[in-house]
């Protein structure tokens, strides 16, 4: 049973307007939160992250959003451009700790 | 330049035959990890090191093995490689534990097992 789910495996959304990608999870134990993009032929490039003492974090056009009671997060890109075109995963893990679990990852098409 | 280095980026080997998947940072990062990517399942941990010759079991270690003789390079070792083991590869590198941080990738092996 997956502990991280990403229940979209794709999104399609037009340039300049905003995507929401959906990350929920089961385990009431992870405390840290991170967001990656991946392109084809790339290893996972860190975005951005989040921990549990907070509900929102932003870095330029993505911001992250944690609803803890919910045991969902969501990141927000806007406004969107064609480069953010990639697999988006989401990873937590518990006592801040290294040992990421990974969704399955949500393919965010851009389109011009 | 920072960088997690996996050579080689793609590989092709017959059902039983070992290989070694090599896995280099420069970052001086304490905490090295492989995983593996599958369609539909996302990254999966495949074992893990929190410093040299401290290695641990992720969540699908059989049929792997690691070692960590020195800090900057983490080897992932297929002893007999089966066809459920073609997937594509994952190395990473952090900082450490304290304060959590992301973790570096490197740019992957597929590696397909016939």
């Known amino acids: 049973d997956q502990q991280v789910k990403q229940n979209s495996p794709s999104l399609s959304v037009q340039e300049g307007r905003i995507s929401i990608l959906n990350c929920d999870y089961t385990n009431s134990m992870f405390d840290y939160f991170l967001w990656y993009k991946k392109y084809p032929a790339e290893g996972p490039t860190f975005l951005i992250s989040?921990?549990?003492?907070?509900d929102k974090n932003e870095d330029g056009r993505f911001t992250v959003f944690l609803n803890k009671s919910a045991k969902h997060l969501s990141l927000h890109i806007v406004p969107s451009q064609p480069g953010d075109s990639a697999v988006y995963f989401c990873a937590a893990s518990t006592d801040y700790g290294q040992n990421f679990v990974f969704g399955p990852g949500t393919r965010l098409s851009v389109l011009p | 330049e920072a960088q997690v280095t996996q050579n080689p980026r793609y590989l092709i080997t017959v059902t039983g035959k070992k290989l070694t998947v090599t896995c280099s940072q420069n970052?001086?990062?304490?905490?090295m990890s492989w995983y593996r990517q599958d369609p539909g399942l996302g990254l999966r941990q495949i074992y893990y090191?929190?410093?040299?010759?401290?290695?641990d079991k992720g969540d699908v270690p059989e049929g792997y093995k690691v070692s960590r003789k020195e800090k900057r390079n983490f080897p992932l070792i297929l002893e007999s490689p089966s066809p459920n083991q073609t997937s594509l590869y994952f190395c990473a590198s952090s900082q450490g534990r304290i304060g959590g941080t992301e973790a570096f990738f490197g740019q992957g092996t597929r590696l397909t097992v016939v």
């Open positions: 970052m001086n990062h304490e905490y």
């Open positions: 989040i921990s549990s003492i907070k």
């Open positions: 090191s929190m410093n040299v010759e401290v290695t």
